[in-house]
């Protein structure tokens, strides 16, 4: 017991001395634990996002938007299986994580179970969505773990790409018909109290904060986070002529921040356990896609071993 003491004070200090940790460093099985739930369901999430947006992409206006979010959709792959790879870094297979998320057992961001009604939605996830994760994902290029922090800086540059995108097309259809303005305005009401969910539970309710500032996993916390996306959000719908769904909302001179009002966290625990308008919806595309790949699978499985049996055998 005194060894295993001195090995996580040493392990704490190495944290407060701003030391990344590397996957064959000694860590706390806790510090594994939240790592393991925090980057699987970060690529969960990543996944799961392409199937909002990939549902405009053979509908999207010109071949521009067409192309663009042909590359956007592309890119969460992407990030999904850098995260993934991660994951791997902690001890368990992509296939066991995987499997947590086919089973219900693990989750994935709650803002990805809304449907995309209008074009005006590839907009407002563009901007609002993707906005609200880069604020949450910038702090993780600087997480204490190796391989995340380093997934992140690239995940970041491309999520910048994904929030100008969304913003220029809520930005054009605003300055458009009065229809037009008025799809982007309806974009914005259905999006914005999805969107601040996004960042979790209040700091005094959610389970894990503590222990993840503790280790420097994240750098702020969710309210923190929350309140840095309103203060900017709110400035850049201003821009473009859009008003933000709060009646509550009022600059607060006293506190440099804008005060708000609060979110109706009975709808977000409903979606979080999976009663959202879209939960079964995207849970059985992810089941179907997966049970269609398995095919490829089983066939990439038996060339490795193959290959294999040839080597050993020269």
Not at 230 to 254: C, F, H, M, S, Y
């Amino acid at each position: 017991m005194t060894e295993v003491k001195d090995l996580e004070a040493l392990f704490q200090a190495r944290i407060d001395a701003e030391q990344k940790i590397e996957p064959r460093d000694w860590m706390p099985e806790k510090y594994r634990k939240n790592l393991v739930r925090q980057v699987s369901q970060h690529a969960h999430s990543e996944v799961v996002g392409m199937l909002p947006e990939g549902n405009w992409i053979t509908r999207a206006p010109n071949l521009r938007r067409k192309a663009i979010l042909l590359a956007k959709v592309q890119d969460e792959a992407g990030h999904g299986l850098y995260l993934y790879s991660a994951c791997e870094t902690l001890g368990v297979t992509r296939e066991s994580t995987i499997d947590d998320l086919l089973s219900g057992r693990a989750k994935y961001s709650s803002i990805f179970n809304y449907p995309t009604l209008t074009w005006a939605d590839i907009g407002a996830i563009g901007w609002l969505v993707d906005g609200a994760a880069i604020m949450n994902q910038v702090m993780l290029t600087r997480t204490s773990y190796g391989p995340y922090a380093r997934a992140m800086v690239r995940i970041c540059k491309e999520e910048s790409f994904h929030q100008r995108q969304g913003y220029e097309i809520m930005a054009v259809l605003s300055k458009g018909k009065p229809e037009q303005k008025a799809m982007a305005q309806d974009a914005l009401n259905r999006w914005w109290w999805p969107s601040l969910m996004m960042f979790g539970p209040h700091d005094s309710e959610s389970a894990h904060t503590a222990e993840s500032m503790k280790w420097k996993i994240k750098r702020e916390s969710n309210d923190e986070l929350r309140q840095k996306f309103i203060d900017r959000t709110v400035q850049q719908a201003e821009v473009i002529g859009l008003t933000v769904p709060d009646p509550d909302l009022k600059w607060n001179e006293e506190r440099g921040h804008y005060d708000h009002g609060e979110i109706d966290w009975k709808e977000f625990w409903n979606v979080v356990e999976g009663n959202g308008p879209c939960n079964h919806e995207r849970m059985k595309a992810r089941i179907t896609a997966h049970e269609n790949g398995r095919w490829v699978r089983e066939a990439a499985a038996a060339h490795a071993s193959k290959k294999t049996k040839k080597k050993q055998a020269a």
